[in-house]
């Protein structure tokens, strides 16, 4: 692989995180309760904190599967 395509796929992903990081500005902006919905597991003690967002990364999951697919077959065409 050659250089110039590794540094394309690093502007890709830098390009990438910038839309995500916006994407969760925005949604924390618009009061969306990601990492709060019913479902997710949070187990708070004293001195430790741990959560598990499930029902959060099973939503993120079928919307980036849905907006890929889209996006794959609008580029095929």
Known sequence: MSLETIAR???????????????????????????RLPGDILIQRENFTCAFPVVTMILVSILLSVGLNILVRLLNR
């Open 9 to 35: 796929m690093v502007i890709t992903a830098g390009v990438g995180l910038i839309v995500v990081g916006g994407i969760l500005l925005l949604a924390a902006r618009a009061n969306i309760p990601l990492g």
